[in-house]
């Protein structure tokens, strides 16, 4: 098992900037990759950005793209996601995920571990 804890969220205006971070702990090797996904009232679930754990590998969604910086500390087991340039668009609560397999991909259901979120609202 993976437990995952995220922080760092909370409420800032339109154009501040925001630090997720989620700390890993458990079996932390069984993951190879970490996601950060983002789900706001009333829409589904959808991905943000990822990172591979070994080598830095980054994905990210378009809407975040040049915003968002996904990055890892392997010797804290922990993700960080920097968030700037915030916009109302991007108040959601934020989870972050733990994969197995070792391709990244956006697609929530490849992910095995999940915590529980912390949201993020941003004013206008």
């Known amino acids: 098992q993976v437990q995952l804890v995220e922080s760092g969220g909370g409420l800032v205006q339109a154009g501040g900037s925001l630090r997720l971070s989620c700390a890993a702990s458990?079996?932390?090797?069984?993951?190879?990759?970490m996601g950060w996904f983002r789900q706001a009232p009333g829409k589904e679930r959808e991905f943000a950005a990822a990172?591979?754990?070994?080598?830095?590998?980054?994905y990210y969604a378009d809407s975040v793209k040049g915003r968002f910086t996904i990055s890892r500390d392997n010797a804290k087991n922990t993700v960080y996601l920097q968030m700037n340039r915030l916009e109302p668009e991007d108040t959601a609560v934020y989870y972050c995920?733990?994969?197995?397999?070792?391709?990244?991909?956006?697609?929530?259901?490849?992910?095995?571990?999940w915590g529980q979120g912390t949201q993020v609202t941003v004013s206008s």
């Open positions: 995920a733990a994969r197995a397999g070792y391709s990244i991909t956006y697609y929530g259901n490849d992910y095995d571990y």
């Open positions: 458990g079996r932390t090797f069984s993951s190879r990759v």
């Open positions: 990172i591979r754990w070994t080598g830095g590998s980054t």
